[in-house]
């Protein structure tokens, strides 16, 4: 153990990056200067939005939103609540619709948000997933909006899981949630897309089918006004329902209880905002092995996403109170856990030079398999460019969470593969897909920078690679930059450029693409893996350095 990971180790895992050189492949860091024992949210400053938790044994697994990403519906783990890893995806692409594949007809352009058009299925996917442990199985729920709500069942969250079971099909559905009685009866909770009503269905013992059509247990527009993601749970014989109300930039949590899980329901709100929090809410309730009440819920914070906070839970008169008085407290004593996991941190930087992906890589859509390869050339990820109007409808744009508040991500391209109007790059992927990268045009490379589909044409490229820079800063605005090899100083390119505040759901997103400018967009290839010609990125490491 490194004598800077044993000093984190001592003061609770509590720390920051500091400075590194460019060509180191791992972020450097620093104690942060809060007392030992104590953690200071977010706890992840990463866009995991509606989580929910659950303790098995000393383990603790997280679940959340991924939307249109693919693989789908990540899970995390944690021994301690406060410092947390990927252990895996839950869907290895999403398989509910062709426009997951990306088609025609589509909309969306790079200057524009929406309309996004059939061919595509941004901002659907995987919605505010619930996960839950029983006689050793390890169960997950969701709804995309536009398909139904979707079950799947591991023994180890880190999988593999089944195939997604139909629970519930047609659109218009969100937010599932499952609950076992003491009596084993299995119930499941969801509400509708447009928040609200809260309905309950009874389900098959094994939670792949519902034995009725649904009955609306809680309504109520004025006091619980956009009611969603309800979370269910039981403590003293109350059967206790977690929503938050009041929409996702400003709404409090509200926490619903009844004798029966049929109702009818008393609320009281929980979770306010406060403390530099509009909208702290939505997530899951878990307890320690020693009766600790935790909380953990998002907040949206814009370009970073929808971010998690941590808040400790105390029970008075048979209702919970969060935070520090019912407001979000920004920092608090660590949770008295079995174990500690100061080690744990969100994976990033990759040097590409295993078999397979990061489990911090997820496309946006579902790749063309036949158009990127870690074997083809050892120690680079290959991607092909396929044809395409737009950089949101090109196909294989590798991307992975923003972490902040802030962040410097930094990559090196081989540009030897190249062809006629490809381009290929940096980009933090959202709407108006802001990037740096090189334009190929009349057989010269560009350096270039763009931003909403408007190109702006740096120096030409002499040499056969770039290094490219995306320093993101706490104001959500990011700065590009590149130089001509690693190690030498970096030049900026194009102006301090603000991110998009929400982009289809979810934050910005540091990503690799390449794509050919076309009049029109290519379909997928049928063809062998590792088989690509030319036409072709080489992504040599991509690196991250996470500031705070």
């Not at 790079?110 to 997933?129: F, N, Q, T």
């Not at 320690?288 to 998690?308: D, V």
């Not at 030049?491 to 050919?516: C, H, M, N, Q």
Request: charged residues 20%; neutral net charge.
């Amino acid at each position: 153990m490194s004598t800077m990971r044993t000093l984190m180790a001592l003061l609770g895992g509590c720390c920051a990056a500091m400075p590194a050189q460019a060509e180191a492949p791992a972020q450097h860091v620093v104690v942060r200067h809060i007392p030992a024992q104590q953690y200071r949210n977010p706890i992840l400053h990463a866009d995991y939005s509606d989580p929910d938790v659950i303790r098995v044994g000393e383990d603790y697994y997280l679940v959340a939103s991924s939307f249109h990403f693919s693989p789908g519906l990540p899970v995390l783990h944690s021994k301690d609540l406060v410092h947390w890893k990927i252990a895996g995806h839950v869907l290895p692409r999403l398989d509910f619709h062709p426009s997951y594949d990306m088609g025609q007809p589509y909309t969306l352009t790079d200057s524009i948000s929406k309309p996004v058009g059939p061919g595509l299925r941004y901002a659907g996917g995987v919605w505010a997933p619930a996960i839950r442990h029983r006689n050793g199985t390890f169960y997950v729920y969701w709804a995309t909006p536009d398909e139904g709500i979707f079950m799947s069942t591991a023994t180890s969250p880190a999988g593999p899981w089944s195939p997604p079971v139909t629970v519930l099909a047609g659109a218009g559905y969100e937010d599932p949630c499952p609950f076992w009685d003491d009596d084993g009866k299995a119930w499941l909770v969801h509400s509708k897309v447009g928040a609200g009503p809260i309905i309950l269905h009874a389900m098959t013992p094994d939670g792949t089918r519902l034995l009725d059509a649904g009955k609306t247990i809680i309504e109520d527009k004025v006091n619980l006004p956009v009611l969603e993601g309800p979370k269910v749970t039981k403590r003293d014989g109350w059967y206790y329902i977690f929503a938050p109300i009041g929409g996702v930039g400003t709404g409090p949590q509200a926490v619903l209880r009844s004798r029966t899980i049929q109702g009818p329901y008393e609320h009281r709100t929980v979770l306010h905002p406060g403390n530099g929090l509009k909208g702290p809410h939505q997530g899951g309730y878990v307890e320690t092995p020693n009766g600790e009440g935790w909380f953990i819920h998002f907040n949206s914070t814009g370009a970073f996403g929808r971010i998690a906070h941590l808040q400790p839970v105390t029970w008075q008169d048979g209702w919970p109170m969060m935070g520090h008085g019912g407001l979000p407290a920004l920092e608090h004593a660590v949770p008295i856990t079995a174990a500690r996991s100061p080690d744990y941190r969100l994976q990033d930087s990759d040097e590409f030079s295993g078999t397979t992906l990061g489990l911090q890589w997820s496309w946006n859509h579902n790749p063309d398999p036949a158009r990127w390869s870690l074997s083809q050339r050892p120690g680079f990820l290959r991607i092909e460019a396929s044809r395409a109007r737009y950089l949101v409808g090109a196909r294989n744009t590798l991307t992975q969470i923003l972490q902040g508040p802030a962040a410097e991500i930094t990559t090196r391209i081989e540009l030897g593969g190249l062809a006629e109007g490809q381009r290929a790059g940096l980009t933090l992927f959202g709407v108006k897909v802001p990037w740096i990268g090189v334009a190929r045009e009349g057989g010269i490379n560009y350096v270039t920078y763009a931003n909403a589909g408007a190109e702006t044409r740096g120096p030409r490229i002499t040499g056969n690679a770039i290094v490219l820079r995306a320093s993101v800063r706490d104001d959500q605005t990011v700065q590009f930059a590149w130089a001509v090899r690693e190690g030498e100083a970096f030049t900026d390119l194009g102006p301090v450029t603000e991110l998009a505040k929400f982009s289809w759901w979810k934050g910005s997103r540091p990503s690799v693409f390449t794509y050919i400018r076309s009049e029109t967009d290519e379909a997928r290839v049928e063809r062998p893996l590792d088989q690509i010609g030319g036409n072709h990125l080489d992504v040599d490491w991509f690196r991250v350095r996470v500031l705070r």
